[in-house]
């Protein structure tokens, strides 16, 4: 039996592709009981469309996915574009799946299946975190049964990188992530302070194109149409500490989201210290560090085989 049962939550999105694939190549760590979708990198049409795209290419239709919210708690001001190509996966032709979307909403799934296997499931939002605090603040009752939520968002300790302030999925949804930091659950946070050590560079982008499967091809061609200068794996980093957390290390710190200035929207203050903290407790571990070489190792092995 795999050690983690999880729900990812995700917007696919090239690194989320990645972080999908890492979990389907890792099945003595991971069973990935269901996939959820929410609007972010692009609109929720194309992230449930290159969610189900994902599986067909890896050849996991056995894996359901749930469309999720469209839109925000209260929607981010507009922006210019996606760093992920106006499809949400660099432009790269894969084939549409033969297989659709369940009938139940994301939420619902969320909630039902934490409800039927309480202290099991791990939920792994790896986008806007507008999923997860509807169903928390639908059933509010579900937070004690989540076993963890090990998420990919904020900065606490370096700028952001859709405003100064702020981190892209945390801007997008505020309000939600600030559900969540306030849930009373078991929180690990993947923020730019860890993520944006995980850098695709020349050698590492040559070493991924050398594999001779399709999903290493496929991931490759995607990261080659990833942001400007060098892409970085953000979202994988939350399914790799799932399989190894020795690669990574952080703090315990109280992590609380700024939701009403416009200036500093979506920005995560992170109080580490007792004199910060003012007699509050922590209520998250923020990773800060990992080791990026056997990082990549881990994420290169795991995509041969598929």
């Known amino acids: 039996m795999a050690k983690h049962r999880i729900i990812i939550d995700c917007d696919p999105g ?22 959820t979708t929410v609007a972010g990198n692009v609109p929720l049409s194309n992230t449930t469309r290159n969610a189900l795209r994902i599986c067909a290419l890896a050849g996991r239709a056995d894996i359901p996915v749930y ?48 409800r039927n296997a309480p202290g099991e499931i791990t939920l792994c939002p790896i986008g806007p975190m507008t999923n997860i605090a509807l169903a928390l603040l639908k059933e509010p009752s579900i937070a004690q049964d989540i076993k963890e939520i090990v998420f990919m968002g904020g900065a606490a300790f370096r700028p952001g990188n859709s405003t100064p302030e702020a981190e892209f999925n945390i801007w997008v949804d505020p309000h ?6 306030s849930s009373g659950c078991r929180l690990t946070m993947f923020g730019l302070d860890v993520t944006g050590k995980a850098v695709v560079t020349r050698d590492r982008m040559a070493a991924l194109r050398a594999q001779p499967n399709d999903v290493s091809q496929e991931s ?49 203050v992170a109080a580490v210290s007792e004199r910060h903290r003012v007699g509050r407790p922590a209520n998250c571990t923020v990773i800060t560090d990992l080791d990026d070489a056997r990082f990549f190792k881990l994420v290169f092995d795991r995509l041969r085989p598929l």
């Open 14 to 35: 090239v690194d989320d592709a990645i972080a999908l694939f890492l979990a389907f190549g890792s099945p003595d760590e991971i069973e990935l009981v269901g996939i």
């Open 67 to 114: 469309k999720g919210c469209a839109n925000g708690i209260f929607p981010a001001p507009g922006r210019a574009g996606s760093v992920h190509g106006n499809d949400g996966l660099g432009g790269v032709d894969l084939p549409n799946a033969p297989f659709g979307v369940q009938s139940q909403h994301a939420v619902d799934f969320i909630i039902d299946t934490v």
């Open 176 to 181: 939600a992530a600030e559900v969540v930091m």
């Open 220 to 268: 490759a061609d995607m990261l080659a149409h990833y942001g400007t200068g060098d892409p970085m794996l953000h979202d994988p980093c939350v399914v790799a500490h799932l399989i190894d957390p020795t690669l990574f290390s952080g703090v315990e710190a109280r992590v609380e989201v700024e939701c009403a200035s416009p200036l500093t929207r979506g920005r995560t």
